[in-house]
């Protein structure tokens, strides 16, 4: 099962069992409970993560303890890769969503497979190409758009992952701090798609109801 996690993340996607087994070799399994700290922003930055199971918010704190979500990764899905490229420190922080099973990838023994094996640092270039691309469409929806453009707009993301209908993947309160917001806001803003005609809701459970209106607001 994990063998085959790894071989459809994007960070590993094409590369041969062999080269599979020997990546899976070099990693550690961590499980972090509900709630539990995975790194803090300004931690000695040791190596990089890939979910097995469970969720993982990666976010900033603002002055006042505001959160920011800059992105919630699920399974198959690797964070902190930066931290290949620098013996640095990380930039944010992130938090186990519900209980989590990840692999920690050592930042020596990565490096050390990536000179024996170069494609990795194709598939390296591309995951860091489609985070750049993704905090660049978070800046972009966070100080360009009001809340229910950035809703439709995530609404529409989740649609493409799972279809018409789905659950959504985190709870309201966590949604809200992805979208720049506030729970109580993020509940109005929810109402009135629903009340448009847009979405029907049913607590975790959203139907897309009309997606050409839910595309037009979420271009606005």
Known sequence: MELELLGKS?????LAEEALREIRGIALSKVFEKGEVIFSEGAEARGFFLVLEGRV????LSAR?????LHVFGPGEAFAEAALFSEARYPAWAEALEKTRVLFFPRKAFLDLVRRRP????????LLSLR??????????????????RLAAYLLYLAERNGSEFDLEIPKGELAALLGTVPETLS????????????????????I???????????R
């Open 119 to 126: 494609e990795l640092a194709l598939n390296m270039l591309a």
């Open 188 to 207: 109005r803003v929810l109402s009135r798609l629903s009340e448009a005609g847009l979405i029907e809701v049913s607590g975790k459970r959203i139907r």
């Open 65 to 69: 303890g505001r959160q920011q979500i």
């Open 10 to 14: 994007l960070l590993f996607r094409g």
């Open 132 to 149: 750049l691309r993704s905090l660049a469409e978070l800046v972009e929806t966070l100080s360009l758009k009001e809340v229910p453009e």
């Open 209 to 219: 109801l009309n997606e050409e209106g839910l595309r037009r607001l979420g271009k």
């Open 57 to 60: 918010k990666v976010y900033r």
